[in-house]
T-cell receptor, first 117, second 115 residues
């Protein structure tokens, strides 16, 4: 399944670096998500975009800056990160139709393993 | 507030046997969806199965079935005929129909399949 791709797969950066994570979905969905998965913690929702508009910002520090230029692409710009930001960053997408009693499934990419030194 | 609980941090199962992974949830929304995902060591979250709160029958997808007991607010995943490739982390998740785009995930259960 290559419906959602993420690059890079692995990233090591210093605290003063600036880097970006990229996510692309080929499923024709209109909602895209960033999640953070730290060791021994549940998956945490960071941001949601629906039709390119940000609909959720789950109290994420400003050193994480999302960008959604279109419904197929999502970026996460990183700057002055801290070692505790080291985690697996997962992107997901879904087709979102509101109501009707059905909640749409999110499909995930393979993730970017980030290490902040 | 919505909540997902997976009480089994780790489970062992013999190859070819069935295993049940527990999940309980809490919500006041009458319309919601429940999901199970598999996460192998590679990191990707693989969608396995979905159950809607209004679905009359338990969901099934190949070797996966969801034992949905609405009154007890449980949504256990049953894997039949376990295979070595089933060894992974398994996450239960829930999304409320009126909860915006938020999906909450449980802490996960690590499944080990023994040969």
């Amino acid at each position: 399944e290559t419906g959602v791709t993420q690059t890079p797969r692995h990233l090591v950066m210093g605290m003063t670096n600036k880097k970006s994570l990229k996510c692309e979905q080929h499923l024709g969905h209109n909602a895209m998500y960033w999640y953070k998965q730290s060791a021994k913690k549940p998956l945490e929702l960071m941001f949601v975009y629906n039709f390119k508009e940000q609909t959720e910002n789950n109290s994420v520090p400003s050193r994480f800056s999302p960008e959604c230029p279109n419904s197929s692409h999502l970026f996460l710009h990183l700057h002055t990160l801290q070692p505790e930001d080291s985690a697996l960053y997962l992107c997901a997408s879904s087709q979102d139709f509101r109501g009707g009693g059905r909640v749409e499934t999110q499909y995930f990419g393979p993730g970017t393993r980030l290490l902040v030194l | 507030a919505q909540k997902i609980t997976q009480t089994q941090p780790g489970m062992f199962v013999q190859e070819k046997e069935a295993v049940t992974l527990d999940c309980t949830y809490d919500t006041s929304d009458p319309s919601y969806g429940l999901f199970w995902y598999k996460q192998p060591s590679s990191g990707e979250m693989i969608f396995l199965i979905y159950q809607g709160s209004y679905d009359q029958q338990n969901a099934t997808e190949g070797r996966y079935s969801l034992n949905f007991q609405k009154a007890r607010k449980s949504a256990n995943l049953v894997i039949s005929a376990s295979q070595l490739g089933d060894s992974a982390m398994y996450f239960c998740a829930m999304r409320e129909d009126t909860g915006g785009f938020k999906t909450i995930f449980g802490a996960g259960t690590r499944l080990f399949v023994k040969a």
